[in-house]
Nanobody, 121 residues
Framework: QVQLVESGGGLVQAGGSLRLSCAAS????????MGWYRQAPGKQREPVAV???????TYGDSVKGRFTISRDNAKNTAYLQMSSLEPEDTAVYYC???????????????WGQGTQVTVSS
C-alpha cells in the first residue's frame, strides 16, 4: 500500500515562491509516476505537474515556465517548486501517484490529503 503526505503549503505574496513536498511510503514501483493536481474553491481540479522515476516531467499549461517538479527516488519524495506565484494559483494542492498515463485524466491510484497554498495580491 502507498501513502502520500504533502507539506510546505502556506501563504505567500504574489510573485513569491513556495516549495511543496510529497513523501511517499510503501512500495513505490519504478514504473510509477508522482505528480500534483490542484483544486481552487469553486473550480474543478486540474493537473499541475508529473514526473517519473526516470526524470521525465510534464506540466499543466497554466504553470509551465513557473513551476518545476523534481523527485528524489532514494527518499521516495517528490517536490514542486513554485515561482512567480499568482493569486490564481491559490488552491489545495494534492500529490498523487500511479501510472504516468493516469495522471492526464486524474485517475492516479493514490492521492494525498492536500496542502493549502494561498497567494495574496
Amino acid at each position: 500500500q502507498v501513502q502520500l503526505v504533502e507539506s510546505g503549503g502556506g501563504l505567500v505574496q504574489a510573485g513569491g515562491s513556495l516549495r511543496l513536498s510529497c513523501a511517499a511510503s510503501g512500495s513505490i514501483s519504478s514504473m510509477n509516476a508522482m505528480g500534483w493536481y490542484r483544486q481552487a474553491p469553486g473550480k474543478q481540479r486540474e493537473p499541475v505537474a508529473v514526473i517519473t522515476s526516470g526524470g521525465y516531467a510534464t506540466y499543466g499549461d497554466s504553470v509551465k515556465g513557473r513551476f518545476t517538479i523534481s523527485r528524489d527516488n532514494a527518499k521516495n519524495t517528490a517536490y514542486l517548486q513554485m515561482s512567480s506565484l499568482e493569486p490564481e494559483d491559490t488552491a489545495v494542492y494534492y500529490c498523487n501517484a500511479g501510472a504516468l498515463g493516469s495522471w492526464y485524466t486524474g485517475g492516479m491510484k493514490y492521492w494525498g490529503q492536500g496542502t493549502q497554498v494561498t497567494v495574496s495580491s
